[in-house]
């Protein structure tokens, strides 16, 4: 069967280039905020560029939330957050201090660098990934490859067991978690070359 | 790793793609998407695409082409040209850019630039602070594609954009522009060591080692060129070209 993959319309970002990115990748996938679409998808990505509390603002006015609680925790659908869509799906946020869904033992902070000429923030750029527990996201993907990051918060994990990979900067943070079908990436896979096309090739044959 | 980001700034006047000495003398260098096929095809960092025209026409930077950029580009992209409202931003970033360059409206209106991050999010804006030196008043900062002056010291502009939530800034050396002899390494230096948000550095790279100084002594987090991936050597013939990160030697 093709894969139903949907794109999760919600007012934040820029979702023409993930679908590009898919594209690439050989999957046809829609951008909708349509109910029945998001339930009847077999893969769903959640994007997002901007703040926290505005995004969650928007699931909540689109009448989103009930429906992705269903669609992820109940029908499992395999789920990938991207950048600010990984961060919702976390407990909370410093960003507004909001509530996000909670799928994810996390809670999203801000940058606490130490050494702030050397490490600015945001962190703008390219970077690596050390990985661990052995996630299929990263199959076939070394721990030198590059990935684009922009972000001034990131991911505290409640449980280290749900860190697939870390980055440093200044310090090591969580890059990429998962759990069970939820998936979250701290970095742009549609805007990271060829490694990122594998990771979403990756995602998309889960 | 963290490495710094090496950022070709392609410039536009019309749909062609220029380059200038100095904010002057443009010289047409081929056709923008093109150019960003060959940046796709060299795995460049980061793109930029600066409208020299757009504020001076009092318009925007054409929605298509950045839609037609979008298309193409496997690399993030950030534009810039007569950007002053909330709603040119939302279309921008909807036709597939990743982050807004501002230089004309954050001297005009820094409710706007504030607005605008508290909108979209501090890492989608970026402010350009163009700089030329002055005969007795030393550095200042101009808008309106350098022909304008803003009576603001470089440094106390960067801190007034970092205060107002602005993710990053550009510093261009309009003196340097063109020249291919090297950065403003005091110049950038001067704004890395006062604010705490990334800054990039923009005007003068002609080498390899210019790049590299960029980072190692002016600690900036991106180092911007135009001539150095445009033209071939400082003789200047036209040719789209990008370096090898692993040959750069970054250390500070």
């Known amino acids: 069967m093709k894969a139903k993959i949907v794109i999760v319309d919600y007012g934040m970002g820029n979702l023409r280039s993930i679908q590009r990115a898919l594209n690439n990748?050989?999957?046809?996938?829609?951008?909708?905020?349509n109910c029945d679409e998001i339930l009847n998808a077999n893969k769903i990505i959640l994007p997002g560029v901007g703040h926290f509390a505005s995004a969650m603002n928007n699931m909540k006015n689109q009448d989103l939330i009930s429906t992705l609680n269903e669609a992820v925790l109940i029908k499992k659908t395999p789920i990938l957050g991207i950048c600010l869509g990984m961060q919702i799906m976390g407990k909370s946020s410093e960003e507004g201090n909001v509530d996000g869904f909670g799928?994810?033992?996390?809670?999203?902070?801000?940058?606490?660098?130490?050494?702030?000429?050397?490490?600015?923030?945001?962190?703008?750029?390219?970077?690596?990934?050390s990985q661990s527990n052995n996630s299929p996201l990263f199959r076939g993907i070394s721990e030198?490859?590059?990935?684009?990051?922009?972000h001034s918060y990131h991911a505290i994990m409640q449980n280290d067991s749900q860190t697939i990979a870390v980055t440093n900067y200044s310090y090591d943070f969580t890059s990429a978690y998962a759990k069970d079908n939820i998936f979250?990436?701290?970095?742009?896979?549609?805007?990271?070359?060829?490694?990122?096309l594998k990771l979403l090739k990756n995602f998309i044959e889960l | 790793m963290y490495t710094p980001r090496i950022i070709p700034v392609l410039l536009?006047?019309?749909?062609s793609l220029v380059k200038s000495v100095r904010f002057k003398k443009h010289k047409y260098i081929g056709d923008p998407i093109n150019a960003v096929r060959i940046?796709?095809?060299l795995k460049a960092d980061e793109i930029v695409f600066l409208d020299i025209e757009a504020s001076k026409e009092n318009r925007l930077i054409s929605i298509d082409f950045i839609k037609d950029v979008g298309e193409e580009a496997n690399m993030p992209f950030a534009v810039g040209g007569g950007i002053k409202s909330l709603d040119d931003i939302a279309q921008i970033i909807k036709s597939g850019a990743e982050r807004v360059i501002i230089n004309t409206a954050a001297a005009n209106d820094p409710n706007f630039i504030k607005s605008a991050c508290d909108k979209f999010g501090s890492s989608t804006i970026i402010v350009c602070i163009?700089?030329?030196?002055?005969?007795?008043?030393?550095n200042c900062v101009y808008s309106l594609s350098g022909s304008k002056s803003i009576n603001e010291s470089p440094e106390n502009f960067a801190l007034q954009m970092e205060r107002l939530g602005v993710g990053e800034i550009i510093i261009q050396s309009i003196d340097k522009d063109g020249l291919m002899t090297g950065f403003d390494l005091e110049l950038i230096r001067s704004i890395s060591e006062k604010v705490k948000i990334p800054v990039i550095a923009l005007g003068g790279a002609g080498t390899s080692e210019h790049l590299e100084q960029g980072f190692n002594i002016g600690f900036a987090n991106g180092l911007a060129a135009g001539?150095?991936?445009?033209?071939?050597?400082?003789?200047?013939?036209?040719?789209?070209?990008?370096v090898d990160k692993s040959d750069l030697n970054f250390n500070r």
Request: with cysteine; aromatic share 14%; net charge neutral.
């Open chain 2, 227 to 242: 001539s150095l991936f445009v033209y071939h050597d400082s003789n200047k013939g036209v040719l789209i070209n990008y």
């Open chain 1, 184 to 196: 979250g990436v701290q970095f742009h896979p549609e805007k990271s070359h060829d490694t990122g």
């Open chain 2, 130 to 138: 163009d700089v030329k030196k002055k005969i007795f008043k030393g």
């Open chain 1, 25 to 33: 990748c050989g999957a046809e996938s829609t951008i909708s905020n």
């Open chain 1, 144 to 150: 030198t490859e590059l990935f684009y990051f922009v």
């Open chain 2, 12 to 15: 536009l006047q019309g749909n």
């Open chain 2, 39 to 41: 940046f796709n095809d």
């Open chain 1, 103 to 129: 799928w994810i033992d996390a809670n999203i902070k801000s940058f606490e660098v130490k050494d702030s000429f050397k490490h600015k923030v945001p962190h703008i750029g390219w970077n690596n990934t």
